[in-house]
Structures are given as C-alpha cells and as structure tokens.
C-alpha cells in the first residue's frame, strides 16, 4: 500500500515559486503532453516559452521503449541518467507544472515518487495561472548542470495487470479515469486496435470531476466526488484510465482528499484493452 502525503505539500502558489526561483536545491520541470488529437506539440510549446529555468520533461521519451504501450514507466537505471541529465539529483525538491493546468503533471508526481523522491510538489494553476500573472518567461532549453539521482523503484505504486486482475476478483476498488461514453463502451478509443468498454467492477470516475479552473477541488468536494462515484477513499484504490496519465490525476485526489493516494495502472486501458485474454464489459451510459 502507498504511503501517506502531507496533503499540505501536493501544491505550491505562483508567488511562492516566483520567490525560491534559482534555489540551488530546486528543480522546476515542464511537464505538459497533449493527446495526438488536441493537435499540439508540447516541447515546441516550452521551447517558445517556459518559467524560467524550468527544464522539460518528456513524458513519451522518458519511458519504457521495449514496449508497444504510450509512455511506460522506465527503469530505475534509466531514470537515474535521465534525471540526472537534467539537473535533478536525490534529495532535491521538484516543483511540476503543465500548461493546461492540470492535466499531465500528476503523472511526473506520481513517476517521481516511484523512483524515490519525497520532496515533490505541483504549481497551483500551472502555466496558465502563472501567465495570467504577467510573470516572466523565457524561450529556448533551458540549462543545468547533470547531477546523480539515485532511482529506487517502488513498487508499492505500481500495479500491473495482475494486480488490478487480482483486486477486481477480490471486490478491491479499481477507479477508471476515462469519460463515461468510453468507460461504457458508447465511445470508441482514441487509439486504435482496443476494445470499448471497461473491467468488470471497476468504478467510473471522470478526472475532470475532480478539477475546477485548472487546479484540484478542495478536499471535502474531492471527498464528495469519490463517495458520489462509489468509491471508499479510506480503503485502498487502484486507479486505471486510457494510458496511464490521468490516473495520476485520481491519485492525487485522494492524497488532496487527506487519504493515501492510489496506486496507478501503468498498462492502463492501453494494455487492457488491447488483450484478448482480459475481460472487458460494457454498459449504458
């Protein structure tokens, strides 16, 4: 099970970014991705304007490439040289935006606190809150000088068909991030070669039920949310969704919502979907 969070550090404010810029123990990372669909290339994105210093963080390259499946997470080995190349070494803090909002920065939150980093925040409001505030941003790549992080895969974090199989046949909670016409199988998915539907049991919980105006709801209304979709947040969750990015989402509710943060399905509806030999139902919507 998921160790706690102090639901007091999940967020930083614009204002107190803008005064710890340039702190030697500090790591900003730009973590946006954007669905093939909305048409928008993030990298080019943060190479025409980023919060200074922040360095990029590239979801789809920075992943598992021995698979077939969106973004994986990598191993250990891997994600030491990948962090270290940009700057993030152990015991440093980091602090992610995106810029929608909220939308893929949970999912570097949650990859970081796999590999053994603690002290892990999220800018309230994203990019768009800290551009609406007229601060300064600057375009081109950012540079900082490698440092060594040392990875330590938790596996406590990660579940994997298997284990969202097992909780399922037990009456465990598994959540689903997906739209209600995906989930039902109304909607067909955005990739090709899946089936429509979704795991027998498991719970539909929209991400964006738990985001108002680009940041996370307050934790009675995050509360309200998970016990209005079926969910008990006081026992142990696995959240799922199309490819492993919006669950993090899920997670990171439950960690604003005072509770332990679920653990993510890293194959996701990707992996699920696509495999003749795991069950898939659907339903009206």
Same mark, same amino acid.
């Given at each position: 099970m998921p160790t706690s969070v102090d639901a007091d550090t999940l967020f930083v404010s614009t204002q107190w970014l803008a005064e710890h810029l340039g702190a030697p123990d500090l790591v900003v990372f730009d973590a946006s991705w954007h669905m093939p669909a909305a048409g928008r290339d993030a990298r080019a994105e943060y190479l025409s304007g980023h919060i200074p210093g922040a360095v990029f963080f590239d979801i789809d390259a920075i992943a598992d490439h021995s698979t077939d499946l969106p973004h994986m997470l990598p191993d250990a080995k891997?994600?030491?040289?990948?962090?270290?190349?940009?700057?993030?070494?152990?015991?440093?803090? &980091?602090?992610?935006?995106?810029?929608? *909002?909220?939308?893929? &920065? /949970?999912?570097l939150w949650w990859t970081l606190r796999v590999f053994g980093a603690r002290d892990v925040s999220i800018l309230a409001g994203g990019l768009p809150q800290w551009t609406s505030?007229?601060? #300064?941003?600057? !375009?081109?790549?950012a540079?900082?000088?490698?440092?060594?992080?040392?990875?330590?895969?938790?596996?406590?974090?990660?579940?994997?068909?298997? !284990?969202?199989?097992?909780?399922? &046949?037990?009456?465990?909670?598994?959540? !689903?991030?997906?739209?209600?016409?995906?989930?039902?199988?109304? &909607?067909?998915? /955005?990739?090709?070669?899946?089936?429509?539907?979704?795991?027998?049991?498991?719970?539909?919980?929209?991400? *964006?039920?738990?985001?108002?105006?680009g940041r996370l709801k307050d934790a009675s209304a995050l509360d309200s949310e998970f016990r209005a979709a079926g969910?008990?947040?006081?026992? #142990?969750v696995i959240a799922s969704c199309g490819s492993g990015l919006t669950a993090c989402i899920?997670?990171?509710?439950?960690?604003?919502?005072?509770?332990?943060?679920?653990?993510?399905? !890293?194959?996701?509806?990707?992996?699920?979907?696509?495999?003749?030999?795991?069950?898939?139902?659907?339903?009206?919507v």
């Amino acid at each position: 099970m998921p160790t706690s969070v102090d639901a007091d550090t999940l967020f930083v404010s614009t204002q107190w970014l803008a005064e710890h810029l340039g702190a030697p123990d500090l790591v900003v990372f730009d973590a946006s991705w954007h669905m093939p669909a909305a048409g928008r290339d993030a990298r080019a994105e943060y190479l025409s304007g980023h919060i200074p210093g922040a360095v990029f963080f590239d979801i789809d390259a920075i992943a598992d490439h021995s698979t077939d499946l969106p973004h994986m997470l990598p191993d250990a080995k891997i994600f030491s040289a990948e962090m270290g190349r940009l700057g993030f070494g152990s015991g440093m803090r &980091a602090v992610i935006y995106d810029s929608v *909002g909220l939308f893929s &920065a /949970p999912r570097l939150w949650w990859t970081l606190r796999v590999f053994g980093a603690r002290d892990v925040s999220i800018l309230a409001g994203g990019l768009p809150q800290w551009t609406s505030e007229g601060r #300064p941003l600057e !375009d081109g790549e950012a540079k900082r000088r490698p440092n060594v992080f040392a990875a330590h895969y938790d596996h406590s974090l990660v579940a994997d068909a298997a !284990d969202v199989s097992k909780a399922l &046949a037990g009456g465990g909670q598994v959540m !689903d991030a997906r739209s209600a016409e995906r989930f039902s199988g109304a &909607a067909a998915e /955005p990739r090709p070669g899946l089936r429509s539907g979704h795991m027998p049991g498991a719970i539909n919980l929209p991400f *964006g039920r738990l985001i108002e105006n680009g940041r996370l709801k307050d934790a009675s209304a995050l509360d309200s949310e998970f016990r209005a979709a079926g969910v008990d947040p006081e026992k #142990p969750v696995i959240a799922s969704c199309g490819s492993g990015l919006t669950a993090c989402i899920l997670s990171l509710g439950l960690a604003g919502a005072g509770y332990r943060p679920a653990v993510v399905y !890293d194959g996701s509806w990707s992996e699920w979907g696509g495999r003749a030999d795991l069950p898939v139902v659907t339903s009206a919507v």
